[in-house]
């Protein structure tokens, strides 16, 4: 497929390595994936589900040690360990070379190596970047055709070029104690061994579009995000877009694929999904910050999506979807999640393949007792969203008007609250906290603070990311305006107040309204709150002007518990965090104090 001397010497040396029986260039063709598609089904590595319930849907099962990302075994591997961080775990390089190695030689006796030319980004974008992942996965391969954009196109576009990232994937063994996801930043590779999970294994996500690409980001003057993006259409036609960061699970594609309520949906408002996951950022000639989605699809949670909290998430997945540890439907070869109806299949097998028996589910223990895994996925194609933006494929990008960051806090922030400029939008971004969940492996259910959800995610130390952000801000002659939210404020009897999903609207339109000079706010010790009356909530059961005061209230006492966190986890990062940052921190603290 190509003369590319680079490309061709690299796999190479990684063929010698792994010592495949063949190989395999995926050229992007409906021919070679419909062969793959029928290969898998008949080793049983994929089911074909109903053809016409789900047209060209698969269900897989991944290994019942291998469900989700590993955090604990992902590493970082710089010559010098304090450019790692001290928030990631970090390998030598020559050493994590050598260790991996070992596990990957001979691992693809018997198999097949494919190779994946993708493109994160649009081909001819200036945002776009070409990767090649080698696996011996025919799941990966089906999967990273519906991530990104793969094949003959983007093997030409490379040319003669060495400017590309190095991906060797090996399911192996699937041991967890091997497995290991590492990262060469300044290699520009990427070796993952030991896993089949999506998150671990579809290299151009977090791998290449979060962690190579951040480090890229650093070094090239332009931002890797953890954030959707989407677009709000007002009646006359014009289109405003937002960028949001939240941790993992946190109701991102949710808010991506928002429906407004029938108050702006009746007088003409629209919402238009760019993204739901990840954002590269660059400054436009007219001074603004502009986003793409390097994605093609998404990658969503499936447990919870259902026709009320996510419509168009569920219509993506109708057809062409690849299903990973959800429940399987024997009646009528369907698949189901917890959360979908109230409707559990009756004869049915669960994420680890076993005959299920619904009326034993325990939402205490969730992973032994449901049909699908908590962290049970669809991998869907983008343009099979019925709100897919007219701007996802656009090569400039989309100007941003706001960036959100937001989490999970039972108490401390309030609904929302806009920052005062963009080095103190970079400080909320660098506090943000939320509740684990189940995309990562581990407890759930635990505080802990993820800077711009990009905790598991920096390729490089923490301090110099936010002094990355710090740096962009002087770059940027029009930036837009930093706002943090919280859809999880919860009452004494621990219900949520918010009720979220499609309603978040009322809260965007807020901070269009402050973006565009609209509305005035109040100035609290941790930036502007809106008014109460401010939020629109006419049509809206159960919430009064009383309910929106309680939520944007700031508890002064409960933030300065917050303040003595914030600096323990500054000293955790390590004294890279910049001095602007602790300049921030000491205004917030000062401001609870008055
Ligand atoms: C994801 C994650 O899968 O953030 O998007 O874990
Ligand atoms: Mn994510």
Request: with cysteine.
């Amino acid at each position: 497929m190509t003369n590319n001397k680079h490309v061709l010497d690299w796999i190479k040396s990684m063929a010698d390595l792994v010592n495949p029986d063949q190989i395999v260039w995926i050229d992007g063709s409906e021919e070679q994936t419909e062969a793959l598609r029928k290969e898998a089904c008949a080793t049983g590595e994929l089911e074909a589900l109903n053809p016409e319930l789900y047209p060209n849907c698969y269900l897989h099962r991944t290994a019942i040690n291998d469900v989700a990302r590993v955090e604990h075994r992902t590493f970082i591997c710089t010559s010098k360990k304090e450019d790692a961080g001290n928030i990631n775990n970090w390998m030598d390089p020559k050493e994590c070379y050598e260790k991996l190695s070992k596990l990957y030689k001979n691992s693809y006796k018997g198999r097949t190596m494919y190779v994946i030319p993708y493109s994160m980004g649009v081909v001819g974008s200036d945002f776009a970047k070409i990767g090649i992942e080698l696996t011996d996965s025919i799941y990966v391969v089906l999967n990273m055709i519906i991530m990104t954009r793969v094949g003959k196109k983007i093997i030409d576009a490379l040319g003669d070029s060495a400017d590309f990232v190095k991906g060797l994937h090996a399911v192996a063994d699937c041991d967890d104690e091997k497995r290991y996801i590492c990262h060469f930043p300044e290699d520009n590779t990427i070796w993952s061994v030991n896993s089949g999970y999506g998150g671990n294994v579809l290299l151009g996500k977090k791998c290449f579009a979060l962690r190579i690409a951040s480090y890229l980001g650093r070094k090239e003057g332009w931002m890797a995000e953890h954030m959707l993006i989407l677009g709000l259409e007002n009646p006359q036609g014009e289109v405003k877009y937002i960028s949001a960061a939240f941790p993992s699970a946190c109701g991102k594609t949710n808010l991506a694929m928002l429906i407004p309520p029938a108050i702006y949906k009746n007088a003409g408002y629209k919402v238009w999904t760019v993204g739901d996951d990840i954002a590269w950022i660059r400054v436009g000639e007219d001074g603004r910050l502009y986003a793409i989605n390097p994605e093609n699809g998404f990658f969503g949670v499936a447990p919870g999506t259902n026709e009320h909290s996510n419509y168009n998430a569920l219509m993506t997945t109708k057809k062409n979807c690849i299903f990973t540890n959800v429940c399987h439907n024997l009646d009528d070869n369907s698949v189901w999640w917890e959360g979908l109806d109230n409707n559990p299949p009756k004869n049915a097998v669960n994420w680890k393949g076993e005959k299920w028996d619904y009326t034993k589910y325990d939402k205490a223990d969730k992973v032994n007792t449901s049909g699908a895994h908590p962290n049970s996925r669809f991998t869907a194609m983008a343009s099979n969203c019925p709100c897919i933006s007219p701007e996802f494929e656009s090569l400039k990008g989309v100007p941003l008007t706001a960036i959100i960051f937001g989490g999970r806090r039972a108490k401390t922030a309030p609904l929302v609250y806009e920052s005062r400029n963009w080095q103190h939008g970079t400080f909320v971004g660098s506090i943000m906290a939320s509740e684990t969940t189940a995309a990562a492996a581990g407890a759930v259910g635990v505080v802990r603070r993820d800077p711009m959800a990009m905790r598991p995610f920096v390729g490089y130390d923490m301090g110099d990311y936010f002094a990355h952000w710090l740096n962009m801000g002087k770059k940027i002659p029009n930036p837009p305006k930093i706002f943090h939210v919280n859809w999880f404020r919860t009452d004494a009897e621990g219900h949520f107040i918010w009720p979220g999903f499609g309603d978040n609207m009322r809260v965007l339109m807020w901070i269009l309204a402050r973006c565009a000079g609209e509305v005035e706010a109040v100035e609290t010790a941790i930036g502007f709150v809106p008014k109460a009356e401010d939020i629109n909530i006419e049509g809206l059961d159960g919430v009064t002007i009383d309910t929106i005061r309680e939520l944007l209230s700031v508890d002064n006492a409960s933030w300065l518990e917050d303040v003595a966190n914030i600096k323990e986890f500054y000293a955790q990062i390590g004294d890279r965090v910049p001095a602007e940052l602790y300049d921030e921190l000491a205004t917030l603290e000062a401001n609870l104090k008055k």
